[in-house]
């Protein structure tokens, strides 16, 4: 009872001086939301409307067809038309156009001996994400309505489960969840020991009977509120704004993400048992995060990673909290089966506590 | 008499710098014990390791009977610490740092709200009770830190510096509140630089770069100086110390206003026929006269003339 009343009178001055923080306190409202409109609205990685030029050798109707049937899928624009090759691929160097079309003068046999391709489609290498859009406009059955050639039936139905319209932001916006989490939590934490260290109050602080456990966990506290409330806020305005939808329970979703800050603050509470200064602690909060976002999934798949990238996210909490509230939110996957990460997250917790824990000590030597 | 702190040849380096140097240390309970010495003396160096904060690199301490570092939580129970920064909550109001502080000390909740009014009442704190500490002046602040480490009664207070940051008035205030502390039984140990406040001690011990260089009640010091004092008035003290820098038997000189205080070897014959001689060029009308020595004075031989020699034999070498 003394224990918890010690833990329970650290927790409540931190929430205090929380509320009196004015911008911090803005900050746990107004980044989530920052954030979750940049991410939401500007990462896409359906593409539209990139710049074309065309080198149309043919100048036929059906030339002029092809090129029209191309603007139709709104995937590219036509802006600039070459009248030779070499002009095609300056007008490419120089940036302005990202694709560049090349109709043969010899068009319409080569369509109806189709032996041979008609269309060269020039891709602008240099720039992420446009090979798949390459890709998609030239498997596109562009001489349906020339009714020249046979219909071809696909191979394949492809049906993308779970995101049927495949839209990036039911992609992204779950998976903000413990981006966000991990930017405020790693950093609010790993600066709140440190806060106390540089004015003073540490060394009044740890000659008072106060325990570690008491002082460390009692600082925790109300940053897990504030996850909480961190978590609810995403999921509600990503649900509103980007018509995530919410297929999994949400008891399920609030354990996972209470595993989550908890680790996430014990990472933190860690990184303020080495630095010195708020500074420093800002930085080293930066460094792990860095990798956090890139190596977690959150926007590139792992399978494309190698595999010391791999092994660096599998040491990453957010990396298995992706997995699960992905899991959760998009599948309806439960817990149970989400087993395997929310284990590892629990891990990462633990040995992330136990050293923060042994790390800290009640003298300043 | 029993002995609130007893500490033998504590010693503390930080890498190559050895910060206290095999330190003897009997403070007698119910009493004020002055820690006197110019920064980086060893002042806090001692003090935190008397409360656990740092681990002696050798020697032993013993405090309200409990070894330290080793029972320094059962310690901690007992102990009241006012470091040498404010080091309560800016963002906190005077009130709720008190009763922050006394939950920390897990006080009941009756307990809790007798004691902090008691404490705001006593260190006068009621007019801004509800101000924010970091909006107090220096000497407000000191009174809320005197405040809260004595929330839970305890029987040993280390003050580190308190009045660094305090006016001569608040100065006063805060030593009567000291000596109300210690007629109900509380020990003391408190560092300062200020004479003044050396001499209220009970006892007191003078520290030079990590070692005590003088122990006992400031009225002994005194007594038992190892120097003659000599006081000398003259229209131009510049002259005379000019005459004087140099001459064997003069240890060090000290400025007091319109009169010089020299203090000259113990073992010399004549002091004041030897400075009468030295000085009649200089100053004819000049009055010599061998006076009582101050704690300044016992200050200054205590530690600057240790110093001496070892420069000297540094320069020989």
């Not at chain 1, 009692?218 to 305005?237: C, E, M």
């Not at chain 1, 929310?342 to 506590?353: D, G, I, N, P």
């Not at chain 2, 080793?70 to 009241?80: D, I, N, P, S």
Request: proline share 4%.
């Amino acid at each position: 009872m003394i224990w918890l009343g010690r833990l329970l009178a650290i927790a409540a001055k931190e929430t205090r001086q929380l509320a009196r923080d004015r911008v911090t306190f803005g900050m746990i409202i107004g980044v989530p939301i920052l954030q979750m409109l940049l991410f939401g609205y500007a990462i896409n990685f359906d593409v539209r409307d990139v710049d074309a030029v065309v080198l149309d050798q043919s100048r036929t109707a059906m030339s002029r067809q092809l090129v029209g049937d191309l603007q139709a899928t709104q995937v590219i624009r036509v802006v600039r038309q070459a009248d030779s090759e070499r002009e095609l691929r300056e007008i490419m160097q120089s940036g302005a156009a990202k694709v560049g079309i090349i109709i043969v003068a010899d068009l319409e046999r080569r369509l109806f001996e189709g032996d041979r391709p008609a269309v060269q489609l020039l891709v602008d290498g240099s720039q992420p994400g446009l090979e798949d859009l390459a890709q998609g406009l030239g498997s596109m059955p562009v001489l349906r309505r020339a009714g020249a050639a046979s219909l071809e039936i696909p191979r394949f139905d492809i049906r993308t489960e779970y995101n049927p319209a495949r839209r990036t932001a039911v992609q992204i916006v779950p998976a903000l969840v413990g981006t966000i989490l991990t930017m405020t939590m790693v950093i609010f934490t790993s600066g709140a020991i440190v806060r106390e260290r540089e004015r003073g109050n540490l060394e009044l602080l740890i000659t008072t009977p106060v325990t570690r456990g008491q002082l460390l966990i009692g600082k925790l506290l109300p940053y897990v509120a504030i996850g909480l409330i961190q978590t609810t806020l995403i999921l509600v305005v990503g649900g509103a704004l980007f018509g995530v939808p919410m297929v999994g329970s949400l008891l399920d979703l609030y354990l996972g993400a209470l595993v989550f800050i908890a680790a996430a603050l014990a990472l933190g509470l860690f990184i303020s048992t080495i630095a010195q200064t708020q500074f420093q602690a800002f930085q080293m909060a930066f460094v792990t995060m860095l990798p956090s976002i890139l190596l977690s999934g959150f926007m590139f798949p792992f399978e494309g990673m190698p595999e010391f990238a791999q092994v660096i996210a599998q040491v990453l909490p957010l990396t298995h909290f992706n997995e699960i509230i992905r899991g959760v939110v998009l599948r309806g996957a439960t817990l149970g089966d989400m087993r395997i990460p929310l284990l590892k997250l629990v891990l990462f917790l633990v040995v992330m506590f136990a050293l923060a824990l042994a790390r800290f000590r009640k003298r300043l030597d | 008499m029993t002995l609130a702190i007893s500490a033998r040849s504590l010693t503390r380096h930080f890498g190559a710098v050895i910060a206290v140097d095999g330190i003897d240390l009997d403070v007698p309970r119910a009493q004020i014990y002055g820690f006197l010495g110019p920064n980086g003396s060893g002042k806090s160096t001692t003090i935190r390791m008397l409360c656990g904060l740092l681990v002696p690199t050798r020697g032993t301490a013993t405090v309200l009977g409990h070894s330290v570092p080793r029972e320094a939580e059962t310690v901690r129970r007992k102990l009241g610490y006012m470091t040498q920064r404010f080091s309560l909550w800016d963002d906190l109001t005077v009130t709720e740092n008190l009763d922050f502080m006394c939950r920390i000390y897990s006080l009941d909740r009756a307990t809790r709200r007798l004691r902090t009014e008691d404490r705001i009442r006593t260190y006068d704190l009621g007019s801004f009770a509800g101000r924010r500490a970091g909006t107090l002046s220096g000497g407000q602040r000191q009174r809320l830190a005197l405040a809260a480490a004595t929330l839970h009664d305890p029987e040993l207070l280390l003050l580190d510096e308190p009045t660094s940051a305090v006016d001569p008035q608040n100065r006063r205030d805060f030593w009567e509140s000291l000596f109300a502390l210690v007629a109900h039984g509380t020990t003391i140990l408190v560092s300062t630089h200020y004479m003044d406040e050396a001499e209220r001690c009970h006892r007191l011990a003078i520290l030079d770069r990590g070692r005590i260089a003088a122990e006992g009640e400031p009225k002994q010091l005194a007594r038992d100086i190892d120097a003659i004092v000599i006081e000398i008035e003259c229209a131009d003290l510049t002259a005379v110390r000019r005459a004087l820098a140099g001459v064997p038997a003069v240890r060090s000189m000290a400025q007091l206003g319109r009169r010089l205080h020299v203090l000259m070897r113990r073992d010399a014959t004549d002091p004041e026929g030897e400075l009468r001689a030295l000085l009649a060029a200089h100053c004819a009308e000049a009055s010599i006269e061998r006076v009582g020595a101050t704690l300044e004075d016992v200050f200054v031989a205590a530690t600057r003339l240790r110093t001496e020699p070892t420069a000297a034999g540094a320069r020989a070498a």
